[in-house]
């Protein structure tokens, strides 16, 4: 995760957080934790796609729209937090 300062013109005066994509060739998460997922491989923007997944025991990675199938993720990155409750 990298922190940085908003942009000037931004009146919270807070910081974000820019969350990078990590390569599967680079690493895998751990737990079977669910994770963003992605497959960049295509040269066809329209079937390059992102969702949410999960590497199984024997490594491979599914999630909940492909019951009986595997998917090909080249590239995973932690959920973020989720947002706050204002009640």
Same mark, same amino acid.
């Given at each position: 995760?990298?922190?940085?300062?908003?942009?000037?013109?931004?009146?919270?005066?807070?910081?974000?957080?820019?969350?990078?994509?990590?390569?599967?060739?680079?690493?895998?998460? %751990?737990?079977? =934790?669910?994770? !963003? /997922?992605?497959?960049?491989?295509?040269?066809?923007?329209?079937?390059?796609?992102?969702?949410?997944?999960?590497?199984?025991?024997?490594?491979?990675?599914?999630?909940?729209? %492909?019951?009986? =199938?595997?998917? !090909? /993720?080249?590239?995973?990155?932690?959920?973020?937090?989720?947002?706050?409750?204002?009640?």
């Amino acid at each position: 995760l990298t922190f940085n300062p908003l942009p000037p013109d931004c009146d919270s005066g807070g910081f974000f957080i820019f969350m990078e994509w990590i390569s599967v060739k680079e690493r895998v998460p %751990v737990n079977r =934790d669910i994770v !963003l /997922v992605a497959n960049v491989d295509s040269k066809h923007k329209s079937d390059q796609w992102v969702c949410a997944g999960q590497l199984n025991e024997q490594g491979e990675w599914s999630n909940q729209f %492909v019951d009986d =199938d595997t998917i !090909l /993720v080249t590239h995973w990155m932690p959920l973020p937090e989720p947002p706050k409750s204002n009640g």
